[in-house]
């Protein structure tokens, strides 16, 4: 038998280390980069995050079949998520709300079901009352199978309180780290 060239063998390692790249980032992690300051001061304009697929199930491409997850985004989850008005956009905003609660914004604080979001990630920042989804003392309530989600910088933020809600089959994953820059490595809370 005859032994394999090293051109064949290099080819080979290239082309197995490029399909696991695939692999990985259709199933499990993604890299995204921050566009606008709608997400500031957790997520700033030119940072790179990693993204988290495979905590929620991957969407397998072309086909739009989701597997399995370990869990449901829950509130106060960082995700990314295909913008409904327009499915060739992905934007990144904070989980505030899911089916069937009720989210009411009032003085600068969220209210899901009659009761403040008191986390540190909500009681830092003051949420204005734009949009049609987020009018002075109108309660709504979120529509199965969707999602309530707000920028952290609720004066430059273009989110659920003007265009709606984010079907459950729009979510991608959870935002889990800054990788980029470096001054900036830490994990998004």
């Known amino acids: 038998m005859r032994p394999k060239s090293r051109i064949r063998e290099w080819t080979e390692s290239i082309l197995v280390a490029l399909a696991l790249a695939i692999v990985v980032r259709i199933l499990f992690f993604e890299p995204y980069k921050i566009p606008t300051g709608s997400m500031q001061k957790t997520l700033m304009v030119g940072d790179i995050i990693l993204v988290n697929k495979f905590i929620y199930g991957p969407r397998l491409p072309f086909v739009g079949w989701r597997l399995p997850g370990f869990r449901k985004p829950q509130t106060a989850d960082v995700v990314v998520f295909i913008y409904p008005e327009d499915p060739k956009k992905n934007f990144i905003k904070r989980?505030?709300?899911?089916?069937?609660?009720?989210?009411?914004?009032?003085?600068?604080?969220?209210?899901?079901?009659?009761?403040?979001?008191?986390?540190n990630v909500f009681s830092r920042n003051f949420y204005y009352n734009h949009g049609n989804y987020a009018r002075e003392g109108e309660k709504i309530t979120v529509p199965k199978g969707s999602y309530f989600v707000l920028g952290d910088n609720s004066a430059n933020s273009q989110d659920s309180r003007f265009w709606g809600f984010v079907p459950q089959g729009n979510i991608l994953g959870k935002a889990i780290l800054i990788y980029w820059p470096l001054n900036r490595i830490r994990a998004i809370k």
């Open 95 to 119: 989980l505030v709300a899911k089916e069937a609660d009720t989210v009411l914004i009032e003085n600068g604080t969220i209210y899901v079901n009659d009761k403040p979001l008191t986390e």
